[in-house]
């Protein structure tokens, strides 16, 4: 049974930055697609960014483009995500997930079945 832990997470000022990473333990991340997805106080939870399980096609919500990168390392069975010109509505608990089965693309929500714990991510002055 793969489990998947979150770390990286903090407090930033806005505009900051935050590396956050999430590293598996018990599966290969190598053949699945990996999301970070996060959850807002009174918000449904949302996709932010996906990476293909050979990570040749990147999706990122509207909201982070240009200002988030999801990166995979398959010898390091890691994936992360870099958050620069952080804004307070990027505060929310940030989640990894991995797609149920392997070789997808990472585009749908519905099909990421496997969780990290979740760290939390605050920008604030």
């Known amino acids: 049974q793969v489990q998947m832990v979150e770390s990286g997470g903090g407090l930033v000022l806005p505009g900051g930055s935050l590396k956050l990473a999430c590293t598996a333990s018990?599966?290969?991340?190598?053949?699945?697609?990996m999301g970070w997805f996060r959850q807002a106080p009174g918000k449904d939870r949302q996709l932010v960014a996906s990476?293909?399980?050979?990570?040749?096609?990147?999706y990122y919500r509207d909201s982070v483009k240009g200002r988030f990168t999801i990166t995979k390392d398959n010898a390091e069975n890691t994936v992360y995500l870099q958050m620069n010109s952080l804004e307070p509505e990027d505060t929310a608990v940030y989640y990894c997930a991995r797609e149920k089965s392997p070789y997808g693309l990472g585009t749908d929500p519905r099909f990421f079945t496997t969780w990290g714990q979740g760290t939390q991510v605050t920008v604030s002055s």
């Open positions: 990476i293909s399980w050979n990570g040749t096609k990147k």
């Open positions: 018990g599966g290969a991340l190598s053949r699945f697609a």
